[in-house]
Structure formats: C-alpha cells, structure tokens
C-alpha cells in the first residue's frame, strides 16, 4: 500500500514547534528582563538574574532553528517576511544584542551596574514588542505581487500591530513573572507572586482585546471564527482559554509554586493552536499558503534528516539543563 507524506505539512509543523519553543523559553528570560525596573535592586535583582542565567543563551538555539528552518523549508515566504517587518528584525536583534552584551557586563562593571540594568530592560523590550509586532504585522496581511513584497517601509505600523505588541510584552512579563515564583523564595518570591498577578490580568485583558479585534480584521478570519463548520472546531480555542486563565489566576491567589509558570505556557499554546486556526493554510496572509512557498521536495527531505538527527539533540540538552538547575536560587546561584 502507497503511502502518502505531506512533507509541506511536516514542515509547517516542525517550524510551528520550534517558534513555540522560542517564545515559552526565551519568553520568560525576556519577561524578567521587563519586570526589573520593579525588581528591588540589590538581592532581589541579582537572584532574579541567577534564576536565568544557566538557560537563557541556550533559550535563544529555538529562534535559530526556527528562523532557519523558515528560510530553507519556505523560501519564498522568507523572502517575502522580512522586507516586510525588516525595521521589526533590525530592531529585535539589537534589543537581544543589548540584552545579551547587559546580562554578562553588569556581573564585570559594578561600577556601570545601574547602566547594564537599564539595558537589560531596555532590550528586553524592544525584542519583545518587536516581536509581537511582527506577528501582528503578519496577521493583518501582507501585500503580495508576483511573488515579492509590494508594500511600503511601514506597512506594520498600525494599531493592530501595537496591539500585538503590547499583548507579547505583558505575556512574557506573565512568564517572567511566575518562573521567579517557581525559582525564588522569600521576600523576592512574595513580590514576584504580585507581578505575576498584576501580569496576569493584564494579559488575559490583552488576550481578549487581540481576539476581537482579529476576528473582524480580515473576511476570511471571521468566516474561520463565525461560520459554521469552522465554529464548531475553532470556539474550543477561546473557551479552554478562558478555563486556563482562571485557573492560573487561582493558583496565583492560592500559593501555588511551580503550576502557574505551566498554566501560562498553556495560555500560549492556546494562543498558537489559534493563530494556527485563523491563518491555516496561509504562511503569508492572505496570498501565501505553505504549499506556494515551499522548497522542493529534495530539498525538504535532505533537511528533514538534519532536523532528525538535531532536534533530539536539543530537546535532550535543553531537558538536562533544566534538570540540573531544577532547585531554587538562592544569594550565590542555585541549591
């Protein structure tokens, strides 16, 4: 019996992984890096850093494997992405330059300390608004003429996009947040337990603000949300998502330690399970879908065994890593 394989889909599935991946882990290392102007200097900053500082170069390994595997799987929509969201990329990548060149400096120049603080912060947010910028720019569509980005310079500019952003910023402040109740004890996890609520609310409000607004931005979304057959798969989504919130809101209240940083990891993957709703089978809404942009066949599967052999690699690493430094931190790093 033949059997037929959709490598396209395997694709589409495999990036889809490992952009998620990207945002739940690189997303709370970032979302600490938001929430330290109201981090106390002093103690409390420096074990809000030690909680990150074992994972958080190797966070970043889901944004190469991601935005590489864009390129090589989906040429096409690559092309057509970043000159789109170029002033977005440029911007994100120095924000994590900053971020990254402020996370090691601040340990070497106490002198500067307050400096590197400031740009820990500041980059921090730049990625984070860039990013969630650049997922709004791709939602509300991107202008396609024979095969190349026909927009202009700030075609992402819009209120839809700030939006976005602001909705990544306070979620990754939500995963900072309930990581540094997980890590952290004491007087430092008190004060991270009010972040982590205050964050809460404002990303479920966010949350909801996004959906709406999505919903109407597009025919073809609001025939995906509001027709039926589609209804009866896609009205799940917002349901769970409701359940979750609450529930993460209740663990916040009731004390609970390591199940609030895994309830907000479902907030996001229930967010992606609805993104995936909204555009499938679009890579580049409203023109592109995976099939137009993908590379040929060969060329999918000389790459599917490279991911073969690495992407276990990685899983196992990042596994053990996190296992290692599974305890909480203390003045000195972790116990």
Known sequence: MAVSVDLTVIWAFIIAFAVFAYVV???????????FPSIEVGVERDRAMNAIAPVWDGNETWLVLGGGG???????????????????????????????VAFE???????HRPFWDWAFFGGSLVAAMSQGMTLGAMLQGITVVDRSYAGSWF??????????????VAGYALLGAC?????????????????????????????????????????????????APEIYYAWPVPIITVFLAAWLWRSLWRGREVLPFWLGISLFAMGMVGLGLTIWPNVVPPSLTI??????????IFMLVGVAITMPLILAYTF???WVFRGKVGDEGYH
């Open 320 to 322: 053990w890593a996190y």
């Open 70 to 100: 864009l390129f090589a799987a989906f040429p096409l929509a690559y092309a057509v992405l970043l000159p789109a969201t170029y002033p977005l990329i440029i911007a994100m990548l120095l924000g994590l330059v900053f971020r990254g």
């Open 179 to 227: 990581w540094l109740v997980w890590k952290t004890s004491g007087k430092c996890q008190l004060h991270a337990y009010r972040m982590a609520r205050y964050a809460c609310g404002i990303t479920v409000a966010l949350m909801g603000a996004v959906s709406l607004y999505n919903v109407f931005l597009r025919p073809e979304y609001e025939s995906r949300w509001l027709s």
């Open 155 to 168: 075609d992402w500019l819009t209120p839809y996009t700030l939006l976005t952003g602001a909705g990544t």
């Open 25 to 35: 882990m690189d997303g709370f290392d970032l979302g600490i890096g938001i929430l």
């Open 105 to 111: 400096f601040r340990w070497r120049d106490p002198r």
């Open 291 to 300: 099939w137009d942009a993908a590379a040929p066949a060969r060329s999918q």
